[in-house]
């Protein structure tokens, strides 16, 4: 007789089948094509902001950019030629799918934090392929280390003695140009004539350490107000907010019904301190340290007027969301695109970004981007973030790494690999997408945007006690005036006196625009 | 015909025989020695030195990085985090693992199920256990407020990481929830491994319930439970990756432990030299924790 109970294996075989047909109806579209030949390259950017500090985010990852000219043909040209350039879209995202060829006798490792499957890598990846096309006795490698572990990477690397020939810096940069690891650039920039008038003096600057060149920019971006037209109307608000008492009372208008009026992001160090906090004393023409890097300035009456501004968004007018205090750059796109956040700062890869978290929304339409709001008397200004490359000493194929070096830094190719981001050359933004008016706010902030701490070896540490002080401020446990007096006493009697030898004459006036 | 044999005096063939088992032992020790002691020695080493990725030298300074990390306003209140975090932890892990031994100790339906389900926590990678008890503490989206809000017990929407009087706690229960099935699976095994005619003859001798517990399980368990606190104690106060990936030792540093502090200062900070002392420091804590700790349970052992 047939038994009418379940078998053991019976059973775990319909488990696993209800298992797969729940993962398939709750699983993802399929993984994104590589674009066709004809598409412009997207300003979509999975990655995370290229702030300065690294933040927790995904595994390690490694791949191997393919080579060029070997088997397969690449798909299509990889740039454009500068002449032709003018007004049109640089290079198409196409991927060529090469393989290892023979005769290629100089390797070359690149390491960026920029994780492969992201946009902003494939848009590298195709001035990558172009540079192997054009020089066939080259092959370039490259790894991906976390974007939060990056800086762990290369300084690990730096003293085990084995680098990369070419990589991506970040928080560690001043002290690995000081510590001798990296090459400094300034005979190689005259050598092949770049012109550096053309970048922007406020992310240039940050490329020097002791007066000499150490990196060169590949992307320098700044923040604008991103906002929820339909919350904004609801409370009858046409127009964004332009200044700050607009963003408090249009702030104020929205939060209600569990719906809050300005998003801060207090979660994640670097873009705590870079999203949004800085932009307030910029504005006001405050700064954590001073020109000539001697003292903090944390004490002084712009930085406390617009750090008591922030602050005050959070504890007195209590316009942010409860979990403000923990909220990473992920959460933050996920409660803007839900309509609990109305308002918050964002680089331009925010508008991919918010889309991915909810595919039903039309920028233009449902959200829009707007200049940060800066006080009457004042000007526009935020953060400037961005990413730099440098060649390092140990490196036994710096010929090679130079010239990939100079290929990534012509004016069509920074638009290239910087088309999820933002250019750091002003000739580059002739190119899609740079023209699209939706850059408008970003270009009018950029003239003021600026580092909000200065290219120091003390750098890392101020970094971190600055963001250890805002978290106090936003939990209310003390005014910006006490923690900003608090903060220049232990910047000036603990941090800088530990720096004093190794940051004497690193003044690189990186504050200034 | 093969010569014969070397005659080895009868001392010496002694003295080569005494030394067969360690010449075996030798290869893998020189790699333990490779991959354990150089490094600690070479940390330790770098503890006397003024090192930072700055120094072109890197002369000998003696104590001085060892009275610099000292001095630091916060090293005390790391300390302290760092022993709430383990003992918390440790402690929370033992009660809830032991308590679902004894459940899964009994026969009933299902429960081979049962203790496959329970381990899951703890073969997750810890990130994986930071991003899903992030999200369940969250306080607009979490789960944990959702079921804890009708009660009343706490303030509407409370941010159980952003506030520095519970983020320590929220951290340690996300840890005890990821670690006790250590727990579980070791008191499980020692259970199963007390001869039931024990058992027994305490029924006989009148004990019940939690008579059998305190006088025949917990002594029988006295050697498992010795190795398993000790182990416990050394993962959790190294434990870096959970609290790191759930709060970066905020907010306002009322979650910074020391692997997090020594992680600062070797690579945020790049003062080798510092993060080495401290670094010292931790082994000489563990290693005198340790030593107290089985000490006293040897002794109790004795006594017994």
């Not at chain 1, 940050?206 to 929820?228: E, G, H, M, S, W």
């Not at chain 1, 309509?339 to 700062?345: D, E, S």
């Not at chain 2, 333990?32 to 300074?61: K, N």
Request: net charge positive.
């Amino acid at each position: 007789m047939r038994s009418s109970v379940c078998s053991r294996r019976r059973f775990v075989l319909m488990g696993g089948l209800a298992a797969a047909a729940l993962l398939q109806a709750c699983g993802g579209a399929a993984p994104t094509a590589v674009p066709k030949p004809t598409e412009a390259p997207k300003p979509a950017a999975a990655a995370p902001a290229p702030s300065g500090t690294p933040t927790a985010g995904a595994a390690a990852a490694s791949t191997t950019a393919p080579p060029a000219g070997s088997a397969t043909a690449p798909a299509a040209a990889a740039t454009q030629s500068a002449g032709a350039a003018a007004t049109t879209a640089p290079a198409p995202a196409v991927i060529p799918t090469y393989t290892r060829a023979a005769g290629r006798s100089i390797q070359l490792k690149y390491w960026s934090q920029l994780q492969p499957e992201t946009q902003r890598w494939k848009d590298n990846l195709v001035v990558i392929n172009s540079f192997m096309e054009k020089n066939p006795d080259i092959y370039v490698t490259t790894e991906h280390p976390a974007f939060a572990d990056f800086d762990t990477k290369l300084v690990t690397a730096a003293r085990a003695g084995t680098p990369p020939d070419m990589s991506e810096v970040a928080d560690s940069f001043p002290q690995l140009a000081k510590g001798g690891y990296l090459v400094q650039l300034d005979p190689f920039v005259q050598d092949i004539k770049l012109d550096l008038k053309d970048y922007y003096a406020g992310k240039l600057s940050t490329c020097y350490v002791d007066q000499k060149l150490y990196a060169l920019p590949i992307t320098a971006d700044c923040r604008a107000l991103f906002y929820n037209v339909k919350l904004l109307k609801d409370a009858g608000v046409e127009q964004p907010p332009k200044s700050w008492d607009e963003l408090v009372d249009v702030a104020k208008k929205v939060t209600k019904n569990g719906v809050y009026g300005w998003g801060v992001q207090g979660g994640n160090q670097g873009f705590m301190i870079c999203e949004q906090f800085s932009a307030f004393f910029i504005q006001n023409d405050g700064q954590i340290i001073s020109d000539d890097q001697k003292k903090a300035m944390t004490d002084q009456p712009e930085w406390i007027t617009g750090a008591t501004f922030w602050q005050e968004l959070t504890t007195k007018h209590k316009v942010t969301q409860p979990s403000a205090a923990t909220d990473d750059q992920n959460a933050m796109y996920a409660l803007f695109a839900q309509g609990k956040v109305a308002m918050f700062p964002s680089g331009p890869w925010g508008r991919p970004n918010v889309i991915d978290a909810n595919k039903n929304l039309k920028f233009g339409e449902d959200f829009n981007v707007s200049v940060l709001p800066y006080p009457r008397d004042k000007h526009p200004g935020t953060c400037q973030g961005g990413w730099l490359q440098s060649i390092w000493s140990a490196s036994k194929v710096q010929d090679a790494a130079k010239k990939l070096l100079a290929h990534y830094h012509t004016p069509e190719n920074i638009a290239q690999e910087a088309a999820s981001s933002m250019p750091t050359r002003a000739s580059s933004t002739k190119f899609k997408p740079f023209n699209d008016p939706w850059y408008d706010p970003y270009w009018q902030t950029m003239p003021f945007a600026r580092a909000p701490v200065p290219t120091m070896a003390a750098g890392a540490e101020i970094g971190t006690a600055l963001y250890k002080l805002l978290q106090s401020m936003l939990l209310g446990q003390q005014t910006a005036e006490q923690a900003g007096k608090t903060f220049a006493q232990d910047v000036n009697t603990r941090i800088l006196p530990k720096y004093a030898s190794s940051d004497a004459g690193s003044g690189c006036g990186c504050l200034t625009v | 015909m093969s010569a014969p044999a070397p005659v080895v005096p009868r001392g010496r063939w002694v003295t080569y025989r005494q030394l067969y088992p360690y010449l075996l032992v030798a290869p893998a020790l020189c790699v333990l020695a490779l991959v354990l002691l150089y490094p600690f020695v070479d940390g330790v080493w770098i503890s006397f030195h003024e090192d930072t990725l700055m120094s072109q030298s890197r002369p000998f300074v003696g104590l001085q990085n060892y009275r610099t990390v000292f001095a630091i306003p916060q090293f005390g209140m790391v300390l302290r985090i760092s022993l709430t975090w383990t003992l918390g932890s440790v402690l929370g892990e033992a009660v809830l693992g032991g308590a679902v031994a004894v459940a899964l100790n009994r026969p009933f339906r299902g429960r081979g199920v049962f203790r496959a389900l329970l381990l899951v926590p703890w073969v997750m990678p810890p990130v994986v256990t930071a991003v899903i008890w992030r999200w369940l503490y969250h306080a607009e989206f979490g789960v944990v407020n959702q079921l804890l809000e009708p009660l009343g017990l706490f303030p509407p929407k409370e941010n159980w990481l952003g506030d520095p009087n519970t983020a320590l706690w929220a951290v340690i229960a996300a840890n005890v929830w990821r670690g006790f099935p250590f727990w579980m699976t070791m008191i499980l095994a020692g259970m199963q491994a007390i001869d039931p005619e024990i058992y027994e003859a305490a029924r006989v001798d009148g004990a019940r319930g939690w008579q059998l517990l305190c006088y025949v399980t917990l002594p029988n368990l006295r050697i498992v439970l010795t190795i398993t606190s000790i182990l416990s104690f050394v993962g959790n106060f190294n434990n870096f990756t959970l609290i790191y990936a759930m709060t970066e030792g905020g907010p306002v540093d009322s979650t910074k432990i020391l692997p997090i502090f020594i992680w600062e200062n070797a690579f945020k900070f790049t003062r080798f030299g510092e993060a080495a002392a401290l670094a010292t420091f931790f082994a000489v804590v563990m290693a005198i924790a340790i030593l107290v700790y089985a000490r006293a349970l040897r002794l109790r052992s004795r006594d017994a």
